[in-house]
């Protein structure tokens, strides 16, 4: 697991999933159409990932497409700062 997935799983099962068992959020775990997301807690997920990792989340990316699962998450988070 690397350092951004590790550090977007943390911050779910702190902030969404208090008293969880870390093994059952992984990589492939879904989160919005799991129900672990609403829109508030998905707007929350967007400022943290923005001010943590340093990039702009776009509208059209942020759902389920690119922020359904921890693996989304990350690949994301990747993908823009190799662009930047």
Known sequence: MN???QTVQDYILREFLPGEN???LN???PLITGGILDSIS???L???LESQFGVT??????GV???DSVGKI???IERKKQAA
């Open 3 to 5: 350092a951004i997935t």
């Open 22 to 24: 870390p093994e059952e």
């Open 27 to 29: 990589c492939e775990t």
């Open 42 to 44: 998905t707007l929350k």
């Open 46 to 48: 967007v400022v943290f």
């Open 57 to 62: 989340v776009e509208a059209h990316e942020a």
């Open 65 to 67: 497409d690119h922020l």
């Open 74 to 76: 990350a690949a994301l």
